[in-house]
C-alpha cells in the first residue's frame, strides 16, 4: 500500500484540474430526471401489484409525505408523542424509500449496519452482516412499520399531486394521483435525498429498441434472478451498463458474473477502497448491545471518526474510520494544517489508485480506472469484487474520457465514432439532488396568500433548521438543506423527524398554529452559512458531480441551499437546546 506519492503534488493536482476541466468544457451534462418522465416506462415499478382502491375525503391531524427513513421516524416519533392520527403517503408499494426502489444486484448499504439502521436499539435486531443487503434494509423497514403500527395509516402507490393552505380552516388540502382528498392540521414533507432517478440528457434515450432500465428499477423479468439469486436470463446477452458511480460499483460484479458480455461505460471513474464484509457473530453483538444507550453511542462515534475528530475508541474500525481519521474537507486552521490535510487527502487517493493497479491485470484497463479527483468530491465507495470484475475475458470497460456517451441507438450506446451493440441496456446514472426542492417533490406547495414555495424561495430557501418557513404555516420539511448532514444520511434525518414530532406535539397541545419567523430564519441562515462556507474552498475545485453542485458557480440562491456543517451532532444538540426552552424560539404561534 502507497505510503508516499508517485508523482509530485503539483503534478497530481495539475492532473486534478486538467481532468475537471475536461468534464466541465467537454462533459454532456444534462439530465432528463423521472419527475419529468413520470409516466414513461422508465419510472414504471416493476415491483408494485396494482391496485385499486377508492378515493379518501378525510381529516387528520397530520399527512407525512415519503415513506423512507424520514417519513418513518416522524410516524414513530409521532407515535411516541401520542399523535396517532396521521396518514403516510408514498408513490412506492412499501415502506422503505431508497431501499424499496434500490433491489439491483449486489445493493448494499455501504455505512456500517449497525450504525445505519434506525431505532436498532429500540427493535433489537440483530443484522447479519456488518454491511446489510438491501433486501433485509428493505425487511427492516417492514418491521419498524409493523412495530410502530404504520401499515393501518399508509397510502402506497399513491403520489402528492398538490397541497394548499386553506386560511380559513387553519388547514392543509392535500390531493393525490388516487383523487384522494386529504385536509390536515400539520404537514411533514419527507421527500428523500436521491429519489429522483436520472437519466443522461442525450439524444436516443428513447430509441434503443431492447430492454432498458435505471437501476433504480430493476427489470428482473428482463435480467431473471433476483436481488439474492444469480440472474439467470442474461448468459446469451450482451449487457451494456452506462455509469460507474456507487451503484454502478455494487451492480457491476454481479452483471460480470450472469452476462455473456459486460460493457461498462464510464465518464468518471469511483475511488473503490476495501470493504471486508463479515457475518454478525452473536458474541460480537452481545459486547456491541451490552450498554443501554449503545446506538446513540455509536452513531455519535461514527460521525466523530469520519470528520476528523479521532474520537478516543473508534468503535467502528473500517474504511470509512480509516480514510476519514483526518477529513481533508475540514477547513484549515493555518497553513501547516492545509498543507496536513492535503498531503493526507493525496495520499488516502494514492492508496486508492495503487490498490487498482494492484488488482487490475490489464495495464490499459488500470490506467482508465485510476481517479484524478480528491477524495472527497465523489462519494467512496468500497468494494471487494468491483475491480476484480475487469480481469474477466467477458467484461470490458469503455472510457470516454471525461466526456460521457454520445448518445444511444436502436442498437446500441456511441461513444465518438464507435457503435457499441447490447442487448441490455442499463442506466446507473444517479439521482437528481440538484434541481429546486419543489421540482423534485413533484408538487409545488402553496402557502399563506396563494404564494407557492416556489415563488417563496425563488432567491432561495428560507428556513428555521431546514424545517419550518414562514408562509408555510404547520408545515415541517424532513430535508437536508440548510439542515444537518453526514455521510449516515439516516442520522441527521431521524434527528430532524424527532424534533419535527416534537413540535408537533406541542402545536396540537397548544392548540396553535406556528409558523418561522422571517428574522430567526435569517439568524439561523447566517449561522449555518458560517459553518458551510470554508467548505466551499474544498469542492471549488472538484471534478464535477451532485456534491459539488456539477461544479456551476454558487449564486444567492444556491449558497442559501448550503447545509449546517458543523457535526451531525451538533445539529442534533442545536435542535435539542432549541426544543428545551419550552417556548419555540423564533416561531409565531397563533392560537387557533
Ligand atoms: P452517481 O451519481 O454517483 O453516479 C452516476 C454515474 O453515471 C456516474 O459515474 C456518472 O459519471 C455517470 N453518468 C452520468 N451521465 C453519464 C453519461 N452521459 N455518460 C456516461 N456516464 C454518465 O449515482 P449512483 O446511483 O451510482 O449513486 C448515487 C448515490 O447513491 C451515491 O453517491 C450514494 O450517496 C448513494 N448510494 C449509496 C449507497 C450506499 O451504500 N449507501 C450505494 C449506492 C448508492 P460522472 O461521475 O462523470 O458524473
Excluded at 381 to 406: Q, S
Excluded at 423 to 443: A, C, K
Aim: aromatic fraction near 10%; include cysteine; charged fraction near 25%.
Amino acid at each position: 500500500m502507497a505510503e508516499s506519492l508517485s508523482i509530485s503534488p503539483d503534478e497530481l493536482h495539475r492532473r486534478y484540474e486538467e481532468e475537471a476541466q475536461k468534464r466541465i468544457e467537454f462533459g454532456v451534462r444534462d439530465y432528463i430526471d423521472m419527475v419529468d418522465i413520470a409516466d414513461s416506462d422508465f419510472d414504471r415499478d416493476p415491483y408494485a401489484e396494482p391496485l385499486v382502491r377508492d378515493a379518501l375525503v378525510e381529516e387528520t391531524d397530520v399527512v407525512v409525505i415519503g415513506a423512507g427513513w424520514s417519513g418513518m421516524t416522524a410516524a414513530a416519533y409521532l407515535t411516541d408523542q401520542g399523535v396517532t392520527d396521521y396518514k403516510i403517503i408514498d408513490k412506492a408499494g412499501d415502506f422503505g424509500g431508497t431501499w424499496y426502489w434500490n433491489r439491483y444486484p449486489g445493493c448494499q448499504c455501504d455505512v456500517e449496519a449497525y450504525t445505519y439502521l434506525p431505532l436498532l436499539e429500540r427493535i433489537g435486531y440483530m443484522p447479519e452482516q456488518k454491511y446489510a443487503t438491501a433486501p433485509e434494509i428493505f425487511a427492516y423497514a417492514q418491521l419498524l412499520g409493523r412495530t410502530f403500527d404504520m401499515y393501518p395509516h399508509a397510502l402506497f402507490q399513491t403520489s402528492v399531486t398538490g397541497m394548499e393552505w386553506n386560511e380559513e380552516r387553519q388547514r392543509w388540502r392535500v390531493t393525490t394521483t388516487r383523487d384522494d382528498v386529504i385536509d390536515a392540521r400539520f404537514v411533514v414533507i419527507c421527500g428523500g435525498v436521491l429519489h429522483v432517478a436520472k437519466l443522461p440528457g442525450i439524444p436516443g434515450v428513447y430509441d434503443f429498441a431492447g430492454p432498458a432500465f435505471h437501476t433504480a428499477r430493476w427489470n428482473y423479468e428482463v435480467t431473471g434472478g433476483g436481488p439474492e439469486s444469480p440472474m439467470d436470463k442474461l448468459g446469451d446477452k450482451v449487457v451494456g451498463i452506462i455509469g460507474t458511480g456507487a451503484t454502478a460499483v455494487q451492480a457491476v460484479p454481479k452483471l460480470a458474473e450472469a452476462a455473456k458480455e459486460l460493457i461498462v461505460f464510464q465518464r468518471t471513474p469511483s475511488s473503490v477502497s476495501p470493504r471486508n464484509q463479515r457475518p454478525t457473530t452473536p458474541e460480537e453483538w452481545a459486547e456491541i448491545t451490552a450498554e443501554p444507550g449503545w446506538h446513540e453511542r455509536r452513531m455519535e462515534n461514527f460521525i466523530e471518526g469520519t470528520i476528523g475528530m479521532q474520537p478516543e475508541v473508534d468503535l467502528i474500525q473500517d474504511g470509512w474510520t480509516e480514510m476519514f481519521h483526518i477529513d481533508p474537507k475540514m477547513p484549515p486552521r493555518n497553513d501547516e494544517e492545509a498543507r496536513m490535510l492535503e498531503e493526507w487527502d493525496d495520499l488516502q487517493m494514492e492508496k486508492v489508485r495503487q490498490r487498482i493497479l494492484d488488482t487490475v491485470k490489464d495495464p490499459e484497463t488500470a490506467q482508465k480506472l485510476l481517479p484524478w479527483y480528491k477524495i472527497s468530491c465523489k462519494r467512496p465507495c468500497f468494494h471487494d469484487e468491483y475491480l476484480p470484475a475487469f480481469n474477466r475475458d467477458n467484461v470490458k470497460l469503455v472510457d470516454t474520457d471525461g466526456k460521457g456517451i454520445d448518445r444511444v441507438t436502436p442498437k446500441g450506446v456511441v461513444v465518438g465514432d464507435t457503435e457499441y451493440p447490447v442487448d441490455v441496456l442499463i442506466y446507473s446514472t444517479g439521482f437528481d439532488n440538484t434541481s429546486p426542492y419543489h421540482h423534485r417533490l413533484g408538487f409545488d406547495p402553496v402557502g399563506t396568500g396563494g404564494v407557492t414555495l416556489s415563488e417563496a424561495w425563488a432567491k432561495g430557501m428560507y428556513s428555521l433548521h431546514g424545517t419550518l418557513a414562514d408562509g408555510f404555516p404547520n408545515l415541517c420539511m424532513n430535508q437536508a438543506l440548510q439542515g444537518g448532514q453526514h455521510i449516515n444520511i439516516a442520522y441527521a434525518s431521524t434527528k430532524t423527524s424527532e424534533h419535527i414530532a416534537w413540535i408537533i406535539a406541542r402545536a396540537l397541545e397548544e392548540k396553535v398554529v406556528i409558523e418561522a419567523d422571517r428574522p430567526a430564519e435569517e439568524d439561523w441562515f447566517n449561522y449555518i452559512i458560517q459553518s458551510a462556507l470554508p467548505y466551499f474552498a474544498y469542492f471549488a475545485n472538484c471534478t464535477p458531480g451532485y456534491l459539488s453542485n456539477e461544479r456551476k458557480d454558487a449564486d444567492e440562491s444556491m449558497s442559501r441551499s448550503a447545509c449546517y456543517m458543523g457535526s451531525a451532532v451538533d445539529f442534533k444538540r442545536e435542535l435539542e437546546k432549541w426544543r428545551s426552552t419550552g417556548d419555540m424560539p423564533g416561531v409565531i404561534r397563533t392560537p387557533l
